[in-house]
Antibody, heavy 118, light 110 residues
Framework: EVQLVESGGGFVQPGRSLRLSCAAS????????MHWVRQAPGKGLEWVSG????????GYADSVKGRFTISRDNARNSLYLQMNSLRGEDTALYFC???????????WGQGTLVTVSS | QSALTQPRSVSGSPGQSVTISCTGT?????????VSWYQQHPGKVPKLMIY???NRPSGVPDRFSGSKSGNTASLTISGLQAEDEADYYC??????????FGGGTKLTVL
């Protein structure tokens, strides 16, 4: 069974940093591209970032470009999101998701909550 | 990376059909057959319902169908059931490892 478990969320002041992790199990991580998607409280889904199986290709939403960095360690079955210069509008539940063959997100974790506030 | 446009809400009675539209541009929906639809019940994780415009993952009822014309994709739910009441989001491939979501549509089953 595919399982994705996010961690690393918490309460942080504006301008500070946070690193999210996503532990994958039940499948071979290096066979798949992976993505981060966030959802602000009471709002819709927002795509954040995606990374190819070998980290060769990466994409970011304009809203996080230059501040967030996605990475992965296939040997550790893990996906990461380094978030710097955090802003109030980054407050959200952050999901990691496994990508299918058609840019669909087939499996999602339960999410980890990031709250940015002074 | 502008969000795709969805109606904020739609409604229908049990047994009826509803269609949710998802309008993008020639750079996203109109340029790729990589439109997906997700269902999200309150407090739950999004669930993939349709991929590649019209394909259903295993386990998704055939009451759910997808289509696309030009820059607009659509999700149709026929034979509405109470458990279909949820938020629905479309997404499209935009470019290299880049996706965009719609703003979401709240489906109410009357």
């Amino acid at each position: 069974e595919v399982q994705l478990v996010e961690s690393g969320g918490g309460f942080v002041q504006p301008g500070r940093s946070l690193r999210l992790s996503c532990a994958a199990s039940g499948f071979t991580l290096d066979d798949y591209s992976m993505h981060w998607v966030r959802q602000a409280p009471g709002k819709g889904l927002e795509w954040v970032s995606g990374i190819s199986w070998n980290s060769a290709t990466i994409g970011y939403a304009d809203s996080v470009k230059g501040r967030f960095t996605i990475s992965r360690d296939n040997a550790r079955n893990s996906l990461y999101l380094q978030m710097n210069s955090l802003r109030g509008e980054d407050t959200a539940l952050y999901f990691c998701a496994k990508r299918g063959s058609y840019y669909d997100l087939t499996n999602w974790g339960q999410g980890t909550l990031v709250t940015v506030s002074s | 990376q502008s969000a795709l446009t969805q109606p904020r809400s739609v409604s229908g009675s049990p047994g009826q059909s509803v269609t949710i539209s998802c309008t993008g541009t020639s750079s996203d929906v109109g340029n790729y057959d990589f439109v997906s639809w997700y269902q999200q019940h309150p407090g739950k994780v999004p669930k993939l319902m349709i991929y590649a415009v019209r394909n259903r993952p295993s386990g998704v009822p055939d009451r759910f169908s997808g289509s696309k014309s030009g820059n607009t994709a659509s999700l149709t739910i026929s034979g509405l059931q109470a458990e279909d009441e949820a938020d629905y989001y479309c997404s499209s491939h935009v470019g290299t490892y880049t996706l965009v979501f719609g703003g979401g549509t709240k489906l109410t089953v009357l």
